[in-house]
């Protein structure tokens, strides 16, 4: 029984983990507002590390339309906006030798139907990957030597999980989906 339990934790963890990695991914699909977070990918050398911009500058967004970055040493403000730039994530940040000022454009129509059919792509990932480890699960439950009956029985409980994990799911894209589509 307690391998029964076992087996549904890691199972229930591997979801949880799923929807963290989801909520992650779903950060860098900008919705047309300034958020910090958006600069959450881009690390940089300091000091002969890889350390994340929001430990070497502070972030703000001082309105819906721009973000502002701040590095507490001004000597790497070229290196930041060359991080920015080599990011990729379709910025064209300027310097003005205090800090990096980064203007949002706003989206169109268009594009913003490609971010919602760009974040059902990353629902599904995570749809995926519940499923993935409702298998995995099921078939370590199948190995085990114990009755029919609580074979069944933690099935079921594995499938409610999957159930409740694929409703949360929904939802979140449902959050995204109305984030990104309104103007």
């Keep these: 029984m307690e391998e029964i339990e076992f087996i549904i934790e890691v199972c229930e963890e591997?979801?949880?983990?799923?929807?963290?990695?989801?909520?992650?991914?779903?950060?860098?699909?900008?919705?047309g507002k300034a958020?910090?977070?958006?600069?959450?990918?881009?690390?940089?050398?300091?000091?002969g590390?890889?350390?994340?911009?929001?430990?070497?500058?502070?972030?703000?967004?001082?309105?819906?339309?721009?973000?502002?970055?701040?590095?507490?040493?001004?000597?790497?403000?070229?290196?930041?906006?060359k991080a920015i730039m080599v990011a990729n994530l379709g910025f064209n940040p300027m310097n003005n030798g205090e800090s990096i000022i980064i203007t949002i454009p706003p989206l169109t129509g268009e594009r913003r139907r490609e971010l919602v059919k760009i974040a059902k792509s990353e629902i599904e990932i995570a749809k995926i990957s519940v499923r993935n480890s409702r298998k995995e699960a099921n078939n370590d439950i199948k190995k085990l030597e114990v009755s029919l009956d609580?074979?069944?029985?933690?099935?079921?409980?594995?499938?409610?999980?999957?159930?409740?994990?694929?409703?949360?799911?929904?939802?979140?894209y449902s959050i995204k989906e109305k984030e990104i589509l309104s103007v």
């Design 150 to 172: 609580q074979k069944s029985l933690s099935e079921g409980d594995i499938q409610n999980l999957t159930n409740e994990y694929i409703t949360q799911i929904d939802k979140i």
């Design 35 to 47: 958020n910090p977070s958006m600069l959450a990918s881009i690390k940089l050398d300091y000091y």
């Design 14 to 31: 591997s979801m949880k983990n799923a929807i963290r990695h989801l909520e992650k991914e779903l950060l860098n699909i900008r919705a």
């Design 49 to 81: 590390s890889l350390t994340p911009l929001s430990q070497i500058a502070n972030i703000n967004t001082p309105d819906a339309q721009t973000i502002s970055v701040q590095p507490w040493e001004k000597d790497k403000l070229i290196e930041i906006e």
